[in-house]
């Protein structure tokens, strides 16, 4: 890989959800740490799954790998630096103030704002600090989906100019208090973040241009804070070794296509390709092999007819579930999952189903990514209407509100007070969560279909329903009867249905299934899970093709035996599924599977 090369000292890997992240800053960690450099490899996604590529066990502190010499990794877990803050912030006053006191400080230290300032604190050590990592040669940050990882990437900018502008010292935001006297390490983080002699962006991306098109946002955006040192790493890329197979033709002819059309700022990057490979990248031995040229396999392809009359048996088609949905005339359909395993697809799918039935529908996102299918936004479409919970706006419109209604009657150092505490970058997650809110009590009136964030930022909105009480009538004094609403409403099975979207590979189905135990602690009950393109049901001959295609095998079964109560199942489809055109084949999937068995 192109990278390894010149490596500087600190490596970012970012991009879409679901691109392969975590295997390629694997891969990485295992390369330098084989070449005899110590090697800290550390997660900053909420949803981590180093413990499951590498198979060790990790915490949040550096944890040696036993099957690799020199490579120590880390997940910063928001909720362990949350806690371990609060303790910070808290413990030293219990036993000193009142009682009601102390439980009023916990009660500040108790939202979601307090998991990202934690985390936060926790990354600006291990970059800031220089002593925190002074043991290693290499510190690699396997970060989160795209949105999570700007946010994560300019809080230091962000933070630093809210503390710069705080001239009261003080803030309403209780859990900024623990930040203050940590401005130096701040300040070093942000010129880390921008030195290109210590510091690489690598981009990923699969060949297909959605991926890419995120890629080149997140590089010009990383370039305005100053983030210049950056790599592309195109990952899957994908030749067919057997040209009778026309699935192969068709993904070949995608990869292509998609690396034909990148946005030129991409093409000014130094880049790697990574072939697509034929199996699960979990494991050293797998991770190793990353960027190697796959090697000929002799595998047998299985019957085509036995495989596609087995699906059929055990799952149901898009149209079914689509039906079962529809019973109900009015409610939340929210799609979940882990990033890049297809939730916008499926929403959309679903959405239009829904509205050729003749019910009213709405498509919304609360991806901050904002990947919602932008062609289907621009057709007219009786019955549907679409829209996005752009957090931007909806910051600003929140922002006006609470200084016409709170700081109406406050003097001007009660309204300069109040505009520094929504000035803080806290502020984005309430009224984003405010948004969602909203977006689901229109369900009262017609059929609402979420297209939410990746499963991280997911759990973290729906648990902050929980402290939101608190935080939002410490600002307004006023509680939206939406908000008040919001939890019974998802809680209540009649009214939300939730859909599991997954990949039929080991660590979106274990990710998922994480989802579910998470959902379920909420009292909320998935109504129905989709394993989103898969190449069992198709007649494929490609080596690679094949391999993947048994490699699915243990992953299906194990939705089917031990996670799902409904379960769907779409293959990979020749086209991609955008516009009303592409959201009609992957509704059909099942008619569709028939045709292309037939012609093999």
Known sequence: MNHLESSTRNLFFTGKGGVGKTSMACATAVALADQNRRVLLVSTDPASNLD???????????????????????????????HEYRERMVAPYRGVLPDAAVQSMEEQFSGSCTLEIAAFDEFAKLLGDATATSDFDHVIFDTAPTGHTLRLLTLPSAWSGFMESNTSGTSCLGPLAGLQAQQTI??????????????????VARPELSALREADRTSRELREIGVENQHLIINGTFTASDHSDPIAKAMQARCEAAIAHMPSGLIELQQTTVPLAPSSLVGIASLRNIGRD?????????????????????????????????DKNRGVILTMGKGGVGKTSVAAAVAVALAEKGVRVHLSTTDPAAHLTASLAEEEFEGLTVSRIDPAEVTATYRDEVMRTAGANLDAQGKALLDEDLRSPCTEEIAVFRAFAHAVAKGEDGFVVLDTAPTGHTILLL??????????????????????????????????????????????????????????????EPFAWVINQSLTPLAVQDPVLVGRQLNETPFINEVLSEHAKRTVLIPWLVDSPTGLSGLHKLIDADIELQEIGSQQ
Do not use: C
């Open 294 to 326: 796959p090697e000929a396999q002799n595998l047998t392809p299985t019957n085509f007819s036995e495989r596609a009359s087995a699906v059929r048996a055990e799952m149901l088609s898009m149209q079914n579930l689509v039906t079962e949905l529809a």
């Open 186 to 203: 701040y300040k070093s983080t942000v010129k880390a973040l921008g030195d290109r002699e210590i510091t690489t962006l690598i981009l």
């Open 463 to 524: 648990d902050s329903a929980l402290a939101y009480h608190r935080e939002v009538t410490r600002q307004t004094n006023q509680m939206p009867e939406y908000v008040e609403k919001l939890l019974p409403r998802l809680r209540d099975p009649d009214f939300t249905r939730v859909l599991v979207v997954t990949l039929p590979e080991s660590t979106p189905v274990h990710e998922a299934a994480r989802l579910q135990q998470d959902l379920r602690r909420a009292e909320i």
């Open 52 to 82: 499951e590529v590498l198979g060790t066990t990790l915490a949040n502190r550096p944890t040696r790998v036993d099957s690799v010499a020199n490579l120590w990794a880390m997940n910063i877990d928001p909720e362990q630096a949350a």
